[in-house]
Each structure stands twice: as structure tokens, then as C-alpha cells.
């Protein structure tokens, strides 16, 4: 069946170092969305990508796009305190019985230290 | 714009008891989901709705029923509540034939199964 495989589970780093979470799909997508959460709050969405290859960029955050649609990265430059959250991935697949699931991945819980 | 509402914010029940679980949107969304948040398992799927009339399952259905009589609500039923549904629930909505809407969650409603 479909899964969205994320990893780390888990990432702390120090303030000014880079971060960067992947996600894996077992099947193609038709597009990707992020999502961050901050402790105690709910998901809120960053950004879609739906073309394959595609690279968008939010500030210090950069995001891709597999070329195969399968796979997806959020990378984010010199990470600040204000960057704490669990970062989600979720791909939709609108074909067949699935047709507008939403599968999200587990989540990269990002500490940073100051 | 209020959003996705849930309802209530915090819940306390015994093994055994039912309840509903109360999601409202005001944005005219055709898709609504109820998500679980466990600790290291992110968020799963329990059921959808990709209008009124129809409902569909996710990945961890049991235990759970829904119903989407109106657009604009979409609850979800515990009948008999274990121990294991102890959880943060999310309802979160979206326009479904844009095909790539981003998701919008409620604030959660946090159970506890005594």
C-alpha cells in the first residue's frame, strides 16, 4: 500500500547549523506537501510541490521535488530557535480506490540547541 | 474566518463510554479528515470525506465512525472508547477538486481513556 517514509525520526542541532529531513514515497505522487508543528500546536502548511524536479524556496527553507515525484527534502540554512517543530511531509496520489488520500510521513522533530 | 473548529479541546473518559468529536469548517472545503497524533507515530489517518454523503476509511479506522450529512461538518464517534484511542485528535479540511489544496487543521482535541 502507500507509505510515506520520513527520516530522521529525530534531529537536534546548534543554533547556525543546517538541517535537512527527506521523505520517500513508495509510489509516484502527484504532488508533496510540508507542513511544520510547533510544540503543542497543530500542523500548518508551508508549501506544495507538484512538478517534477522542482525546487522552491521560502526564506531559509528550501524544498525539492524528486524528477521520478517519489522523494522530497526540506532543507533549512543556519537554523534559528524559531525553526523548533516537527516537519511533515505528505503526498497525495489521485489515482484508484486512494483517490484524495492524504499520506503523511512520521515527522523530523527538530530541536535546536542555542 | 474561524477555520476548522474542533470541539471540545480536552477530553476525559472511561473504557466504555461513547462521545463525538466535533469538526465545523466555514470555508466551503468538499475534503475533511480525522487525523491521530501519537507520540513517534505522526499523524494517522482514521477516516475522509471527499463530500457530504461520502465517507471513506484511513489507515486506522477501527473504532471510529463518521458521517458527513452537511459540507460544512464532519464528526467522528467513538462508541466505546478503549484505552488505546488515547490520543490528540485532528480535524483538518481542504478543496478537494483543486486538486492541490493544502490541508488546514483544527487545534486538536486531546483524549484520555481511563
Known amino acids: 500500500g502507500q507509505q510515506v517514509m520520513q527520516i530522521p525520526q529525530y534531529q537536534h542541532v546548534q543554533e547556525g547549523e543546517d538541517f535537512t529531513t527527506y521523505c520517500n514515497s513508495s509510489?509516484?505522487?502527484?504532488?508533496i506537501q510540508w507542513y511544520k508543528q510547533r510544540p503543542g500546536g497543530h500542523p500548518v502548511f508551508l508549501i506544495q510541490?507538484?512538478?517534477?524536479?522542482e525546487v522552491k524556496k521560502q526564506k531559509r527553507l528550501t524544498f525539492q521535488f524528486g524528477e521520478a515525484k517519489k522523494n522530497s527534502s526540506l532543507h533549512i540554512t543556519a537554523t534559528q530557535t524559531t525553526d523548533v517543530g516537527t516537519y511533515f511531509c505528505?503526498?497525495?496520489?489521485?489515482?484508484?480506490?486512494?483517490?484524495?488520500?492524504?499520506?503523511f510521513g512520521r515527522g523530523t522533530q527538530l530541536t535546536v540547541w542555542p | 474566518n474561524a477555520g476548522v473548529t474542533q470541539t471540545p479541546k480536552f477530553q476525559v473518559l472511561k473504557t466504555g463510554q461513547s462521545m463525538t468529536l466535533q469538526c465545523a469548517q466555514d470555508?466551503?472545503?468538499?475534503?475533511m479528515s480525522w487525523y491521530r497524533q501519537d507520540p513517534g507515530m505522526g499523524l494517522r489517518l482514521i477516516h475522509y470525506?471527499?463530500?457530504?454523503?461520502?465517507?471513506d476509511q484511513g489507515e486506522v479506522p477501527n473504532g471510529y465512525n463518521v458521517s458527513r450529512s452537511t459540507t460544512e461538518d464532519f464528526p467522528l464517534r467513538l462508541l466505546s472508547a478503549a484505552p488505546s484511542q488515547t490520543s490528540v485528535y485532528f480535524c483538518?479540511?481542504?478543496?478537494?477538486?483543486?486538486?492541490?489544496?493544502?490541508?488546514?487543521f483544527g487545534n486538536g482535541t486531546r483524549l484520555t481513556v481511563t
Open positions: 470525506s471527499v463530500g457530504a454523503g461520502i465517507t
Open positions: 483538518a479540511s481542504s478543496y478537494y477538486r483543486e486538486g492541490n489544496s493544502p490541508l488546514h
Open positions: 509510489t509516484t505522487l502527484s504532488n
Open positions: 505528505a503526498g497525495r496520489n489521485d489515482r484508484g480506490s486512494t483517490l484524495g488520500r492524504l499520506y
Open positions: 470555508m466551503n472545503h468538499e475534503y
Open positions: 510541490l507538484v512538478k517534477s524536479g
